[in-house]
């Protein structure tokens, strides 16, 4: 372990800190932290999601592959892990991973209710933990406001079991942004993930601004459009101002577009694949992009 002393010194010797706009809080890895406004705890930028992903047989060659990604992740000083008991097995994945690497402990865990009723909200949780392979969790969303008015007070059950420490709720289309609206402006809750990217911004308009005044942090799926967005950009160049900003691919810029949105906390994209991982570990590091550069891409994916 680093002290923060000697990180910034490393920082300022590689010119991160002169190219920053201010002075950001960063991890031993130097990757930027965000803090979660209902406890000041410091999290990494770049975190990973399961679905499709980690959707896979244990012990096939794509589950080894995805041992070599959850080790690239965590020694790349990523923590945060969203997963879904809906996601066709990859909890169960990703508690043997966590598991088998020894890094339950390095691992902020997220996970979804996504159930109809009491009862099967219950049944469901213990399958959860049996699945992940632990007795309590960090963040406990509901899946897609499913139920959400008999499932949150459950969750916030749970946060009182310390079961969980955190608590909130996931969509993941502009067209569900009004009803998270409402939720946060009227319930108490530590995280809201929703969708935002460069093709789909509208979150920046009203609900991240929102997030941000109600203290509620925010987690980012769909960065890349579910992959969809690197098929938009095949053969493309990269935006001549890219290499200022630090950026070498076009994952590390769409990454960079989501956490450069104040208001974000971290962007959770999926990946199969250790040199995607490594890649898009390196979008959490370097200069944020400019309101200009931001907009730029807007409208280059409208
Ligand atoms: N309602 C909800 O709560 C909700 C909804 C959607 C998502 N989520 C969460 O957010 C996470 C992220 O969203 P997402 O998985 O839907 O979409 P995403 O992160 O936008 O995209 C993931 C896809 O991009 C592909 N990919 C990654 N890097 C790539 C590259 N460099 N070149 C080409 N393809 C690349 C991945 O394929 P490979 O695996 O082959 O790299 C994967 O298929 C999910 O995994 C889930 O945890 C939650």
Redesign the pocket.
Known sequence: MYARRDVLLASAALGLLAASPMLRAESATGMLTRKVPSTGEALPVIGA?????FEVSAGSAQYQQLKEVLKAFFQGGGKII???PNYGGADAILGQLLEEGGWHRQCFLAT?IAADSPEAARQQWAETLRSLRTDKVDLL?I??LRDWKTQLPYARELKQQGKTRYIGI???LASGHEAVAEIVRSEPLDFV?I?YSVNAPEAARELLPLCRDKGVAVLI???????RL?AKVKDQALPGWAAEAGIT?W?QLFLKFAISHPAVTAV??????PD?QL??LKAGVGPLLSEAQQQALVKQFA
């Open positions: 999601g399961t679905s499709g992903s969203d997963t879904s979804k969303q899946h897609n996931t969509h993941y993930q969708n799926n769909r960065a890349f459009d579910d992959g690197f691919s994952a959770i994209p999926a990946t199969g694949r995607r890649d898009q």
